[in-house]
Antibody, heavy 114, light 112 residues
Framework: QVQLVESGGGVVQPGVSLRLSCAAS????????MHWVRQTPGKGLEWVAY????????DYADSVKGRFTISRDDSKNILYLQTNSLRIEDTAVYYC???????WGQGTLVTVSS | ENVMTQTPLSLSVTPGQPASISCRSS???????????LYWFLQKPGQSPQLLIS???SRFSGVPSRFSGSGSGTDFTLKISRVEAEDAGVYYC?????????FGQGTKLEIK
């Protein structure tokens, strides 16, 4: 069965970086586009980033453009989100999801606090 | 950006009674391939969102038949024919037609 397992979250100070990972199994990873979506109590669900199945197209929410980078390692079936220059408003649970958000991981919590 | 607006934001339903949630998109979600890229999710407490309905009206694998999706263009409805206790949680609509994907605010369903 499809399984997505996120990791890499934590409590960090503003300006710091984190790399989030999403280990995928149960499907042919390199056939699928992938997304990162985050959830905050105040703003609900917010789409963050997209990467095409071949890695050649990426897109980002305006709120993270220039600070976050999505990537994938198809040899390891892992999706990444490099988050730089973290801000307090980036505090959220970060989910990875398959295209069209059909399958979701359990999420990893990122807390940015001074 | 395509804005998704859900109503109501909360509802309380007695088991066995029907429930209905509306979702409106600021842009048509009907694509040239004839599909409407509207999705419904349920997020139970402490869990990640789970897909209920894809492409307007297709129930995802394992989703009970009491859930149904309908609508067209910009106006959509999720209906639960007879609510059960396990249906409690927050329901979200999402447009998957164009990036950025956007979500409704969520509708909290409480079981009386």
């Amino acid at each position: 069965q499809v399984q997505l397992v996120e990791s890499g979250g934590g409590v960090v100070q503003p300006g710091v970086s984190l790399r989030l990972s999403c280990a995928a199994s149960g499907f042919t990873f390199n056939n699928y586009a992938m997304h990162w979506v985050r959830q905050t109590p105040g703003k609900g669900l917010e789409w963050v980033a997209y990467i095409r199945h071949d890695g050649n197209k990426k897109d980002y929410a305006d709120s993270v453009k220039g600070r976050f980078t999505i990537s994938r390692d198809d040899s390891k079936n892992i999706l990444y989100l490099q988050t730089n220059s973290l801000r307090i408003e980036d505090t959220a649970v970060y989910y990875c999801a398959t295209d069209r958000a059909i399958y979701w991981g359990q999420g990893t919590l990122v807390t940015v606090s001074s | 950006e395509n804005v998704m607006t859900q109503t109501p934001l909360s509802l309380s339903v007695t088991p066995g009674q029907p429930a209905s949630i509306s979702c409106r998109s600021s842009l048509s979600l009907l694509y040239g391939d004839g599909k409407t890229y509207l999705y419904w999710f349920l997020q139970k407490p402490g869990q990640s969102p789970q897909l209920l309905i894809s492409e307007l009206s297709s129930r995802f694998s394992g989703v009970p038949s009491r859930f149904s999706g309908s609508g067209s263009g910009t106006d959509f409805t999720l209906k639960i024919s007879r609510v059960e206790a396990e249906d409690a949680g927050v329901y979200y609509c999402m447009q998957g037609l164009q990036l950025p994907y956007t979500f409704g605010q969520g509708t909290k369903l409480e079981i009386k």
